[in-house]
């Protein structure tokens, strides 16, 4: 048996279509045929119209009606039945809205009158509906379907409208928190190892791991006076880029920044930054970059301790990220960066 699902919608400027699911069935032994076949169990329900539900590990994937049931058969008596089905909102499709008359109410009292007409007579128990935050106007609805129409109560309110996998109609307003839950920002630390939490591995020049100091997690990378550190990162030409790190000078300096760009490291951008006397202090460095290979180039002109950096691909300095830290004012963003560990 295999079974495939397609479900959602294109972009999230379009509806959602009628989820489907579709379901292919060993018949050798002709048990799902349609004719008139004693021996199997199924006899009298291999037709259309029929219901089909879906469940994966006792978890329901799917709850819809029976469109099409199609045979294929070949010359080695191998037999295979495949049935289509499709959600409810195939069948709001198929209810024509004739002299609907309506008055102005909230997107959600909308969606339930439709929902109760007696042609479309959705169960109660079978809807999740949250407060809508539009009004919509009244009048007469006439020539159009159900789902049509519900669907333009759905952008009147810039919300979503669809049927889940246990068949529920449900209807998502614009004050639910449903955009932040489905629309999740993404944000990839480019930094191979940026907290020196094991090592020192991906970065070149005279670090060494330190717990003397840290700013995040329990250790640090400790670089001499004068000592020039690199770490080279994946990129694409004509991207910005933001890169920072975080300094424990020993004594009152500046901490020069570079990116450098292609394979002979040359100088994209530079900025030098005074940092204080034992405090963690961030520094960092925008810039645009012409090329398609990178490095980030750190020289502090006084003993100190970095930790902390941050490379990302971006025309504004973000707050710090690894794969444990997440920044507190950001928590639907899902954060993603790769530890050398080797």
């Given amino acids: ?64 009606g029976i469109e099409d049931w199609n045979f294929s058969y070949d010359l080695n008596g191998d037999s295979i039945a495949t049935v289509t089905a499709f959600d409810g909102l195939a069948k709001l499709n198929k209810v024509s ?17 439709v929902l109760n007409l007696p042609d479309v007579s ?3 128990a079978k809807r999740n509906i949250s407060t809508g935050g539009v009004q919509v106007v009244g009048g007469t609805v006439d020539g159009t379907d159900a789902l049509s129409y519900l669907q333009q109560v759905e952008a009147s309110e810039h919300g979503r ?70 770490i080279a990162f994946d990129g694409e030409a004509n991207t910005t880029y933001a890169l920072s790190l975080y300094v ?39 810039y645009l970059s012409g090329q398609d290979s990178h490095a980030f180039r750190v020289t502090p002109n006084v003993g100190a301790f970095i930790d902390g950096v941050l490379i990302e691909p971006s025309d504004t300095l973000g707050d710090y990220f690894d794969g444990t830290i997440k920044p507190s004012n950001t928590d639907t963003t899902t954060y993603t960066s790769s530890w050398a560990t080797a």
């Fill in 1 to 64: 048996m295999n079974v495939t699902f397609g479900r959602g919608k294109s972009d999230q400027f379009q509806t959602y279509d009628a989820g489907q699911c579709t379901v292919t069935l060993q018949n050798r032994n002709r048990v799902f045929d349609p004719a008139d076949n004693s021996g199997s169990p199924y006899q009298s329900q291999i037709k259309p119209a029929g219901w089909l539900q879906v469940f994966v590990n006792d978890v329901q994937k799917f709850d819809g």
């Fill in 248 to 286: 424990y000078a020993l004594s009152a300096g500046t901490v020069t920044l570079e990116g450098l760009g292609g394979t002979a490291n040359t100088v994209e951008a530079s900025t030098a930054v005074a940092v204080p006397a034992t405090t963690w202090t961030r520094a960092s460095l925008l």
């Fill in 161 to 230: 409208l669809f049927v889940d996998g246990s068949g529920n109609l449900t209807f998502k307003s614009i004050y639910d928190g449903f955009y932040e839950s489905r629309f999740t920002e993404y944000r990839y630390n480019l930094c191979l190892n940026p907290g020196f939490e094991t090592n020192t591995n991906s970065w070149s020049g005279s670090v060494t791991r330190s717990t003397a100091q840290f700013a995040y997690g329990s250790a640090s990378g400790s670089v001499t006076s004068g000592s020039a550190v690199s």
């Fill in 122 to 124: 959705w169960p109660v």
């Fill in 97 to 113: 809205l004739a002299n609907y008359v309506v008055t102005q109410e909230l997107s959600s009292a909308r969606v339930s009158s």
